[in-house]
């Protein structure tokens, strides 16, 4: 059997990336596309042999790596930046094929940032320090010490964009890297092995390994050599790598799932506003700081709803492979059955489909109507968990208190966005918000230099700048004597 597919025109193999060797694997499972749920091909399914391969592999190649400068790190992670933006083209093309996200938001969007990620953490080692401090004479001096090896866990929703976010950071602190990317989307961690290799990174260094999350994933956590454990997905498999980390007591950082709010006040800029509640079906729903739960002061709640139908009802929904489609399908058909249990056991509570409501049948059943609910009550079930798909609530509120008290009453702390034309109410209101991040009358500008994360149920640790390089280190403070000193007392 061919251990290299063709997908959207590009060759991608489809076995481990372990110190700097393909190895295949005597078991393997298929991946289908979510546009047309064509399979694209069988991928190697790791198991605890191959997990146990990929540490030692990075094991092995983390003192040399650990060792080299912090200049000759950058260097490296430049020249992957640069291997990215050579194949932005086909990165963009083979991830639509893969995971259904827009091609368009692909190529302008998502792969120009992975180049960045890599580049961003490439400059921001060379400036980090802490300007040394004095005791009583003598010099502290901290330092960032290399953990070393990392196992990086990833979802599919974004796959290549997020498992760089951590991949960078952790190679620019001189540790090395075993990543496990989501099994429904597995293609372009293939491709970045061979972009980093290209760029010259040592073999072991960065290591991919491709299976389950509760086979290679699971056996990957629960290695005693692995000294860093960064995950991002669902809050029930935190609770099961939690569990695995701590009978070795590996650091974890946890990025999980939300169910944010988007307040909209009366004074707010209504068409921004409305703007801000459709771009929340952006990759079908699929985004995990989306504002899912909309709340709307009273008074504008009718004319909101109107203007909302409108625009929701204008999106095109079809192949993300088209300029002009701004709705993919979902990840996977047991996705679509996911979202839609969440869907019809809410109506059966009483909810109102405003728009959409069930499966696109007119796509074949692999897309989700986007869809707006409203008579949901604050403790049901589709107010409280996350859908992970295109459906959003409505709710009102008639004071700001109240508005308060709805938005922070789930269990996730992700994100939160205000809409408001009154900077007294914006600030009054964010300040009591539980949210990692909040964005006032704007979504999803994001920057590398600010901490990202979640509170409660959304997460443990944060990502972005020292952030970053704190987790995936050991920090040092080493204390010196000034010359001559004497005094052991
Ligand atoms: P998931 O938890 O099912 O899987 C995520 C990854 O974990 C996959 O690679 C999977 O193979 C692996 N995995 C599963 N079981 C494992 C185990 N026992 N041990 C080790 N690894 C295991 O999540 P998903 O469905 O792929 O992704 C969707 C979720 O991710 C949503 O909840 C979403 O909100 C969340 N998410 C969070 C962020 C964030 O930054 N906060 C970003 C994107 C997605």
């Known amino acids: ?16 990336w372990i110190g700097g060797r393909r190895v295949a694997s005597a078991e393997t499972f298929t991946d289908i596309s979510p546009i047309d749920g064509a399979e694209l091909g069988r991928i190697a399914r790791g198991t605890a042999t191959e997990a146990a391969a990929a540490v030692a592999a990075a094991q092995e190649a983390f003192p040399a790596w650990a060792a080299t400068t912090p200049a000759e790190r950058s260097r490296l992670l430049h020249s992957i930046a640069d291997g990215v933006d050579k194949r932005i083209g086909e990165l963009a093309a083979v991830e639509t094929r893969d995971n259904g996200a827009l091609l368009r938001s692909h190529l302008r969007g998502v792969m120009p940032r992975v180049a960045h990620n890599f580049r961003f953490f490439a400059d921001w080692l060379l400036e980090l320090a802490h300007p040394p401090f004095d005791t009583r004479g003598h010099t502290n001096r901290v330092s960032w010490d290399p953990a070393g090896p990392c196992a990086l866990i990833t979802p599919w929703n974004a796959p290549l964009m997020l498992a760089t976010w951590k991949i960078a950071p952790a190679l620019a602190a001189g540790n090395t890297v075993v990543l496990k990317p989501a099994e429904w989307s597995p293609l372009t961690a293939s491709l970045l092995a061979d972009i980093c290799a290209e760029a010259g990174l040592p073999n072991g260094v960065f290591n991919v390994l491709q299976g389950h999350g509760d086979e290679a994933g699971a056996a990957l956590v629960a290695h005693p050599g692995v000294r860093r454990i960064s995950f991002t997905g669902s ?9 695995a980390a701590a009978a070795n007591l590996t650091p974890l950082s946890l990025e999980l799932g939300g169910k944010s709010p988007l307040l909209v006040f009366a004074d707010a800029d209504l068409d921004l506003a409305v703007d801000l509640a459709v771009e929340q079906y952006d990759n079908a729903g699929q985004v995990c700081l989306a504002g899912t739960r909309i709340l709307v002061e009273s008074t ?4 909101f709803t109107r203007r909302f139908i409108e625009r929701a009802s204008a999106l095109v929904q079809g192949d993300p492979r088209d300029e002009a489609t701004d709705i993919g399908p979902n990840i996977h058909p047991r996705q679509i059955e996911r979202i839609d249990g969440f869907v019809q056991r809410a109506i059966a509570k009483g ?3 405003v728009i959409g409501g069930g499966p696109n049948t007119d796509l074949g059943g692999l897309y989700y109507r986007p869809t707006l ?29 109240e508005a308060v008290r709805l938005a922070n009453d789930t269990h996730f702390g992700l994100a939160a966005t205000v809409a408001s034309g009154s900077a007294e109410r914006a600030d009054r209101v964010t300040a009591r918000l539980t949210a990692g991040t909040v964005w006032v009358n704007c979504f999803f500008v994001r920057d590398l230099r600010a901490p990202f994360g979640g509170s409660r149920d959304s997460g443990i640790g944060r990502e972005g700048g020292n952030w970053s390089f704190d987790f995936y280190c050991d920090l040092k403070n080493t204390v010196t004597a000034p010359k001559g000193w004497t005094d052991h007392g």
Do not use: K, Y
């Not at 809050?235 to 569990?243: D, E, K, L």
């Not at 409203?374 to 609530?393: K, Y």
């Open 235 to 243: 809050v029930p498999t935190a609770r099961r790598i939690s569990q």
């Open 351 to 353: 909810a109102r489909p």
């Open 373 to 401: 609910l409203t008579d949901v009550a604050q403790d049901s079930e589709i107010v409280q968990e996350e859908v992970f798909g295109p459906v959003l609530t409505l709710q009102t509120f008639d004071t700001e208190d």
């Open 1 to 16: 059997m061919s251990t290299t597919i063709t997908v959207a025109g590009t060759a991608v193999d489809t076995r481990h």
């Open 300 to 303: 504008i709640a009718e004319e």
